[in-house]
């Protein structure tokens, strides 16, 4: 004969235990490919876990143009510049930077989402995201061993330059902080491209 076990009252949770579902980059890049999200949606991936970027502000809008009206004349051929796009940084980690300097032109991304190899230079407009931006973003891009780290910091009128990325320490080696009467040097791929004025920017 046979006795079926009942449950005892410590096997049951008294309440239900909610873990949330993490994606990889390869589940989200299908999911975007599906137009899982509304057409408008800015999202990326962090950790595992899907996000959405605020809506710009004014400000913000205004610098970017000026940073893309900046960098756009002096890119040197065999590179792009892409605005807003999702760059595979980890297997859980495709963020939405304001802005990248890839290396190859367009057509070489046709069929090619950007990686973290193909990044020369990434840039974030920061006001209200200055925190993260130069904190958990700059350890997870410097661990990426992203070469080039620029943050706009609207808020308090300054470009902040982070460079040799020391990927087991998460952070860079040099930092410069540019005020708007200063210069930003202009590097891709150890090459100096340009000194472009901060004013032009901020």
Sequence with gaps: MSTVLEPSPVDIPSSPIETPYLFNVDEFYRMLDLEFFPDEARVGLWEGRVYQEMAKNHPHSFSWARLNAALFPLLPAGWSLWAE???????????????????????????????????????????????????TKLKAYARAAIPVYWVVNLKDGLIHVYSEPIPPEERYASMLTIDLDGTIPFILDGQHVAMIPAASIL
Excluded at 87 to 110: N, Q
């Design 85 to 135: 796009c999702s760059v595979t940084i980890s297997p859980d980690k495709a963020p939405l930077p304001d802005m990248l300097v890839l290396r190859g032109g367009l057509e070489v991304y046709r069929g090619h989402r950007p990686e973290a190899d193909d990044v020369a230079l990434l840039i974030e407009v920061a006001d209200t995201s200055l925190k993260i931006d130069t904190g």
